[in-house]
């Protein structure tokens, strides 16, 4: 199946997107209910680990009893449950999730 190309951007729309920083800084960012921090693997793994294993598990005043990992994490993930913490681990030391840089392309069309 053929999808329809938008227009090409002007080269000088191009020539801004290079000048822009490659990736944002890391922030926090804090709700009423959660607080989104950069993933820290020394620190996170092992709650990560047990937060997504699908056994029971307690944290604060919340418990959570044995799950399927695989019906409610894992499902639409393409990798995952993972056996152990390590190697959780070692699937995210590979994305290096806190080191993503990203590619701008060489020319970019516009939205249809």
């Known amino acids: 199946m053929e999808f329809p190309r938008g227009a090409e951007l002007p ?14 800084e ?28 699908g056994q029971p598990i307690s944290i604060g005043s919340r418990r959570v009893d044995a799950y399927d990992p695989d019906k409610l994490i894992w499902r639409n993930l393409f990798k995952g449950p993972f056996i152990s913490a390590a190697a959780l681990g070692e699937f995210l030391a590979e994305l290096d999730v806190t080191g ?9 069309l516009a939205p249809i």
């Open 11 to 24: 080269q000088d729309r191009l020539q801004i997107a290079g000048a822009l920083p490659i990736k944002p």
């Open 26 to 53: 890391a922030v926090v960012l804090t709700g009423s209910f959660v607080r989104l921090q950069p993933l820290d693997l020394e620190h996170d793994l092992d709650e990560l680990y047990a937060v997504s294993n």
């Open 100 to 108: 993503v840089e990203v590619r701008r392309p060489q020319r970019a």
